[in-house]
């Protein structure tokens, strides 16, 4: 598949592999087919709401179009997280400085960043206000805020509470990740009940409640303990996955697995010292006891996009505050200078960094055509990636779109649903310096 600028997401992943195998990462860099587009001379401002993966992504494919152009990031953050890795720390594979990096060190020359956070979104006055006061005017904004999670909304539960009483929760950064893998390896060295779960609302990479759940089973068989253990999945509707085929192999290899699902089950409440979960089904409120959990709160727009005119006014995206866009061009329905990218984006699928690879260019394609006073075909079409980890040492490599089509790039070489060597070395290896490439605006 190729993208509007002729990028052919096949070669993008297999330059990743490439450099498995001692190439350069050059072959990464720039995709084979990559349009070299001539600079655009301008006096926009464009104001980046955020500097995560989306925003640093955003903020370098517009200085390589732009010439002249101020461009602005707003973020307080010093550090940029490789989130993809938050996993493989959980599972005792890799450090938590493993995904940590400096985000100046991704923000382009011809950038600006804000060390504040973003205090107030006027997209009437066409201002963003910081936290300090500062009002910054833009003629184009692209929100890229990222999402909150939203602990406080499971009665009972606190960040300070991961390590402690069998709770685990990968999602809170990487230090809560290598606290959640020794949380984990403890309960795995007894055995006991393990209660895995996922949130009722929108999330970034919904595979990861079920890789860890895979990790868990996995690490118990190694501890020679699985024998003497259960593990359950409270799944938040009647499905495991939102691709059908994808949900019922997860089914057949829960089955195969003696993995317990329970559906229709959201997390509400839990009780860390009597070790007890509670869960809302249609059935009235059901407890749940746990020797080790994995916590995954809800996860909503930031409160300042939540309080801004930008979320959807209605529909299944509008409870949590995502930011009304088209789910092909990424522009706002209501204000045409506004566009957002990334996990605050209200658009069906998308909260994965490989939807941000692809959604990125297409945002910036729209805002640059504007500039030129051109309308642009560039389209995104729903693609997200999730490398589902099944054992330490295998995983499946899924791939879709909106529709739930399986969009493969190693069509012929890797099936999709099959757990491969293969698939798990893309995940471990090969997607960090994609993704590193992926903020420079290089892949």
């Given at each position: 598949m190729t993208d509007a600028s002729g990028v052919n997401r096949r070669h993008?992943?297999?330059?990743?592999?490439?450099?498995?195998?001692?190439?350069?990462?050059?072959?990464?860099?720039?995709?084979?087919?990559?349009?070299?587009?001539?600079?655009?001379?301008?006096?926009?401002?464009?104001?980046?709401?955020?500097?995560?993966?989306?925003?640093?992504?955003?903020?370098?494919?517009?200085?390589?179009?732009?010439d002249g152009a101020e461009i602005?990031?707003?973020?307080?953050?010093?550090?940029?997280?490789?989130?993809?890795?938050?996993?493989?720390?959980?599972?005792g594979l890799k450090p938590a400085s493993y995904s940590i990096n400096r985000t100046a060190d991704f923000v382009p020359r011809s950038a600006t960043l804000i060390e504040e956070d973003v205090a107030e979104i006027d997209p009437v006055g066409n201002k963003v206000v910081t936290s300090s006061g500062r009002a910054v005017p833009y003629d184009f904004l692209v929100v890229t805020t990222g999402l909150a999670l939203d602990y406080a909304a499971i009665e009972g539960m606190e960040l300070s509470l991961i390590g402690r009483e069998g709770i685990g929760s990968v999602y809170a950064g990487p230090e809560?990740?290598?606290?959640?893998?020794?949380?984990?390896?403890?309960?795995?060295?007894?055995?006991?009940?393990?209660?895995?779960?996922?949130?009722?609302?929108?999330?970034k990479c919904a595979g990861a409640p079920l890789k860890y759940?895979?990790?868990?089973?996995?690490?118990?068989?190694?501890?020679?303990?699985?024998?003497?253990?259960?593990?359950?999945?409270?799944?938040?509707?009647?499905?495991?996955?939102?691709?059908?085929?994808?949900?019922?192999?997860?089914?057949?290899?829960?089955?195969?697995?003696?993995?317990?699902?329970?559906?229709?089950?959201?997390?509400?409440?839990?009780?860390?010292?009597?070790?007890?979960?509670?869960?809302?089904?249609p059935n009235g409120p059901v407890e749940m006891g746990y020797d080790f959990t994995n916590i995954i709160p809800p996860m909503r727009a930031p409160a300042v996009v939540r309080n801004s005119p930008l979320p959807w006014q209605s529909g299944p995206f509008a409870a949590d505050g995502w930011v009304e866009v088209s789910k092909t061009t990424l522009r706002h329905l209501r204000f045409n200078?506004?566009?957002?990218?990334?996990?605050?984006?209200?658009?069906?699928?998308?909260?994965?960094?490989?939807?941000v690879k692809w959604q990125a260019p297409v945002a910036v394609d729209h805002l640059v055509a504007d500039i030129e006073g051109k309308t642009s075909s560039a389209i995104y079409d729903g693609y997200t990636s999730c490398p589902l980890i099944t054992r330490i040492g295998q995983a499946m490599l899924v791939e879709f779109d909106y529709n739930n089509n399986l969009t493969p790039s190693f069509e012929g070489i890797i099936a999709p649903l099959e757990e491969l060597w293969t698939s798990w070395v893309i995940k471990e290896l090969a997607l960090k310096p994609t993704y590193l490439a992926m903020l420079r605006g290089k892949a």
């Open positions: 993008v992943l297999l330059g990743g592999l490439a450099t498995l195998g001692g190439a350069a990462l050059g072959g990464l860099l720039v995709a084979p087919g990559a349009r070299a587009a001539q600079q655009v001379k301008t006096k926009a401002r464009i104001v980046i709401a955020g500097a995560g993966a989306a925003g640093l992504t955003t903020a370098s494919r517009l200085a390589a179009r732009l602005i990031l707003i973020d307080k953050h010093r550090a940029q997280y490789y989130q993809p890795g938050f996993t493989l720390i959980a599972a809560a990740a290598a606290t959640t893998w020794r949380t984990m390896s403890a309960f795995a060295d007894k055995g006991g009940v393990g209660l895995f779960s996922r949130p009722a609302t929108e999330m759940t895979f990790i868990t089973d996995d690490v118990l068989r190694k501890r020679g303990t699985r024998g003497k253990s259960e593990i359950h999945y409270a799944a938040q509707n009647k499905t495991l996955f939102s691709v059908p085929i994808v949900s019922e192999r997860v089914r057949m290899l829960f089955e195969d697995r003696g993995i317990t699902p329970h559906y229709d089950h959201v997390m509400s409440a839990i009780d860390p010292g009597r070790k007890i979960a509670t869960f809302q089904t200078n506004v566009f957002a990218v990334g996990d605050v984006a209200g658009v069906p699928k998308g909260k994965t960094a490989a939807s």
